[in-house]
T-cell receptor, first 117, second 110 residues
Framework: EAGVVQSPRYKIIEKKQPVAFWCNPISGHNTLYWYLQNLGQGPELLIRYENEEAVDDSQLPKDRFSAERLKGVDSTLKIQPAELGDSAVYLC???????????????FGEGSRLTVL | KQEVTQIPAALSVPEGENLVLNCSFTDSAIYNLQWFRQDPGKGLTSLLLIQSSQREQTSGRLNASLDKSSGRSTLYIAASQPGDSATYLCATRGAQKLVFGQGTRLTINP
């Protein structure tokens, strides 16, 4: 079974340019998360989706960040315009929905490393 | 607001030693606690998941314990190997989201 797939793995852009990251969760996982990880830190939640609905986006800087999960499967995270401080790893994770037997275990992708020059 | 702390930030031990990584959290109202491993430049790999009703979980040479009343979890690694070198992160799940510690960077010296 395929894990969480993210692309691109690496992206280098100049400040003020736009950038987009894509995530394909594990098949059947209704819940999708985007996390931000700075060097030497633990991941911090940006947004959580239940199917196509963003149920927690309180930590997403909405002036420049946006996300979508139109059909409740793949998701895209966009930054426009990028700033120097956005250099970090953007991690996508997924888990099953809250049905009987739900464990709450999260599965992560390899991440997308962004460098803003 | 949940705060998760991992001490020490870095640990270096000789191969073959048994070791313990610590994780503490401020809010005991958690649904579960998950331990992850992260290799440089990689994503997070789930190691062990302990539900709030459980005391410990084991997988191979790894054993994780959970004491909600004291707000602590430990990850025990037996007979450490150089391949165990990585950053280990713990995370607690509350009502909705996961809160991570900053991780312990472990180095096993041959």
């Amino acid at each position: 079974e395929a894990g969480v797939v993210q692309s691109p793995r690496y992206k280098i852009i100049e400040k003020k340019q736009p950038v987009a990251f894509w995530c394909n969760p594990i098949s059947g996982h209704n819940t999708l998360y985007w996390y931000l990880q700075n060097l030497g830190q633990g991941p911090e939640l940006l947004i959580r989706y239940e199917n196509e609905e963003a149920v927690d986006d309180s930590q997403l800087p909405k002036d420049r960040f946006s996300a979508e999960r139109l059909k409740g499967v793949d998701s895209t995270l966009k930054i426009q315009p990028a700033e120097l401080g956005d250099s970090a790893v953007y991690l996508c994770a997924s888990s099953t929905g809250r049905t009987k037997g739900w464990t709450g275990e999260l599965f992560f992708g390899e991440g997308s490393r962004l460098t803003v020059l | 607001k949940q705060e998760v702390t991992q001490i020490p930030a870095a640990l270096s031990v000789p191969e073959g030693e048994n070791l313990v990584l610590n994780c503490s959290f401020t809010d005991s109202a958690i649904y579960n606690l998950q331990w992850f491993r992260q290799d440089p430049g990689k994503g997070l790999t789930s190691l062990l998941l302990i539900q709030s009703s459980q005391r410990e979980q084991t997988s191979g040479r790894l054993n994780a314990s959970l004491d909600k009343s004291s707000g602590r979890s430990t990850l025990y690694i037996a007979a450490s190997q150089p391949g165990d070198s990585a950053t280990y992160l713990c995370a607690t799940r509350g009502a909705q989201k996961l809160v991570f510690g900053q991780g312990t960077r472990l180095t096993i010296n041959p």
